[in-house]
């Protein structure tokens, strides 16, 4: 290995193997508890969890620790109602023709259409953004693994929304550069995913999928 210029140590606590066993298996089901949602409640959340959640994203690896993230969090109503109208005219024109029949079809057990209330409805709505560039002192610096590293962050992010308590949608109006536009974002940002946070609401309702099982997912060697 090259020579640490700025290594600190590190350490975990060492956990046994019957005790991790039982810790992992509670943390899966926890996690197999999270859904995506469209049916939020339009109750408040305040700004310090979305702060330390967006924390919690944060603390994703990225390519040569570049952070290549913006998450714009928008709580303002007028510039959730400018979204909700820009994204519904976009998938207005994706249900209407862009989609392929395949992928309407794919899409018939969600219920999903191009009406998107929940952009008005759920608290706070967070952008990812993903930096393809850096501009440093008028120069253009590079990011690595850009798509890898953001959706890292997004995970991340879900899975801080989930312990909170709350629910998420993972959404991707498309395309998306209307975002751009109304968050005034620099040339070097991308949307990459809109994420509205919340509470579900009291009459939520979800498809009754199956997950894949580990046989279908996972190959020991
Ligand atoms: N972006 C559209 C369509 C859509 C596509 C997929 I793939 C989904 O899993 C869900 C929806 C929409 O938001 O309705």
């Not at 008028?138 to 990011?143: A, C, D, I, L, S």
Request: with cysteine.
């Amino acid at each position: 290995m090259a020579e640490a210029e700025n290594f600190t140590p590190y350490s975990r606590p060492h956990i046994e193997a019957d005790e991790m066993i039982q810790n992992t298996q509670t943390y899966f089901e926890f996690m197999d508890q999270r859904r995506s949602l469209r049916a939020f409640s339009n109750e408040a959340v305040p700004k310090k969890v979305i702060e330390n959640i967006i924390r919690a994203a944060s603390t994703a690896p990225s390519g040569a620790h570049k952070q290549p993230w913006t998450f714009c969090v928008v709580g303002n109503p007028e510039l959730k109602k400018k979204i909700r109208a820009a994204a519904e005219e976009e998938e207005y024109t994706n249900y209407h023709g862009r989609m392929s029949d395949e992928w309407l079809n794919d899409l018939r057990p969600f219920a999903t259409d191009w009406h998107k209330e929940f952009l008005e409805i759920a608290p706070w709505l967070i952008i990812v953004c993903r930096r393809n560039y850096e501009m440093i002192d008028g120069e253009k610096r590079k990011n690595y693994y850009v798509q890898e590293s953001v959706g890292l962050a997004a995970g991340f992010l879900l899975t801080a929304i989930h312990q909170a308590g709350l629910v998420a949608l993972t959404h991707t109006p498309s395309p998306m550069n209307f975002l751009c536009k109304i968050l005034e974002r620099p040339e070097n940002e991308k949307p990459f995913l809109l994420i509205p946070v919340g509470y579900p609401a009291k009459d939520a309702e979800v498809p009754d999928l199956k997950r894949k099982s580990l046989e279908e997912i996972a190959i020991f060697y």
